[in-house]
T-cell receptor, first 113, second 118 residues
């Protein structure tokens, strides 16, 4: 099976702009989660979607949003970008069983200038 | 809220030797899952090993094994016969199953940078 794919891999944006990141999960995986990875804060949970419904959301401002489509592909959007949003954004997919673990994509490296 | 602590920011080991990475966590949950993930330099996160809290038997995956001490809330990773390809950041992660919503959320430690020396 193909792994989790994320596009684009690298992105440079200016403060105040918005950005959309895309994630395609492993075939058959219906749960998609997003994480932000920074040197200072480490890995932080953003949100999780299952069958097009957001099931859980981390402690991030409303500028961070997401959605999931019927084919399980997911997008996350960040509006009004701030310098502090510069990070590696990781997407992970999972089957219905939580103990199986989550499988991560390569990430999108976002740089805000 | 759950917290995961990895007290060793950096470690090194000689090739072919054994190394143990420490992880402790804090939770009031009784049923949960624990994971070790590996993130090689500039490469994606890989699931190394998983442990269900209700299982007393320690998980093993080839050269990787864990020492799970539920009462002590400790979950260490042992890497035997270390190889150069084991050089990576290792993250310990906790997952509580939100039985109501069925949501999956990983809480990560800050990571341990492991260097395998030839």
């Amino acid at each position: 099976k193909a792994g989790v794919t994320q596009t684009p891999r690298y992105l440079i944006k200016t403060r105040g702009q918005q950005v959309t990141l895309s994630c395609s999960p492993i075939s058959g995986h219906r749960s998609v989660s997003w994480y932000q990875q920074t040197p200072g804060q480490g890995l932080q949970f953003l949100f999780e979607y299952f069958s097009e419904t957001q099931r859980n959301k981390g402690n991030f401002p409303g500028r961070f949003s997401g959605r999931q489509f019927s084919n399980s592909r997911s997008e996350m959007n960040v509006s009004t970008l701030e310098l502090g949003d510069s990070a590696l954004y990781l997407c992970a997919s999972s089957t219905a069983g939580p103990g199986i673990g989550q499988y991560f994509g390569p990430g999108t490296r976002l740089t805000v200038t | 809220a759950q917290t995961v602590t990895q007290s060793q920011p950096e470690m090194s080991v000689q090739e072919a030797e054994t190394v143990t990475l420490s992880c402790t966590y804090d939770t009031s949950e009784n049923n949960y899952y624990l994971f070790w993930y590996k993130q090689p330099p500039s490469r994606q996160m890989i699931l190394v090993i998983r442990q269900e809290a209700y299982k007393q038997q320690n998980a093993t995956e080839n050269r990787f094994s864990v020492n799970f001490q539920k009462a002590a809330k400790s979950f260490s990773l042992k890497i035997s016969d270390s190889q150069l390809g084991d050089t990576a950041m290792y993250f310990c992660a906790f997952m509580k199953l939100d039985s109501g919503a069925g949501s999956y959320q990983l809480t990560f430690g800050k990571g341990t940078k492991l260097s395998v020396i030839p």
